[in-house]
C-alpha cells in the first residue's frame, strides 16, 4: 500500500515544526513523519512537472527511513527542513509549476511561533 501525504503543508498546533520556506517561517505538519515513524515504512519524495503538452512528469527521489523517535527528538524538525529545501529547489527549476508557492504570503497562515523561530 501506498499513502500518499504533502510535507508543505502549513498547520498550526501539535504534530507540526517550525522551518523556512521561501524566505518565511512557518509551521508544517509532521504527519508524515508520525506515519513513517509508527509504521515503519519508508518515505519516497516524489515531485511532479506539468510539462507543456500537459502530461506529467514524476520525479522519485531515494526513499529514506524515520527513526521511531524522531517526533521526541529535533529529528522532525530536520526532516521537515530537508523536504521543504529540496521543494525550493524544485520551485527554482520549474516557477511555472510552482504558482501555489508564489502566491503564499508572509502572514498567510504564519503563526506567532514560527515569526519567532
Known amino acids: 500500500m501506498i499513502v500518499q501525504i504533502a510535507g508543505d503543508v502549513r498547520w498550526t498546533g501539535p504534530r507540526t515544526a517550525n522551518a ?11 504527519t508524515w513523519i508520525t506515519l513513517a515513524a509508527m509504521s515503519g515504512a519508508p518515505v519516497v519524495p516524489v515531485y511532479s512537472v506539468m510539462n507543456p503538452d500537459g502530461s506529467c512528469s ?17 529529528e522532525a524538525r530536520q526532516l521537515v527542513q530537508r523536504n521543504l529545501d529540496q521543494i525550493e529547489a524544485h520551485v527554482r527549476q520549474h516557477p511555472d509549476n510552482s504558482l501555489d508557492y508564489l502566491f503564499w504570503t508572509e502572514n498567510d497562515q504564519a503563526s506567532p511561533e514560527a515569526e519567532a523561530a
Do not use: C, I
Not at 63 to 70: D, G, L, M, Q, T
Open 20 to 30: 523556512h520556506f521561501l524566505g518565511n517561517r512557518y509551521q508544517f505538519t509532521t
Open 58 to 74: 514524476l520525479e522519485f527521489l531515494d526513499a529514506f527511513n524515520v527513526s521511531p523517535n524522531a517526533l521526541k527528538t529535533d
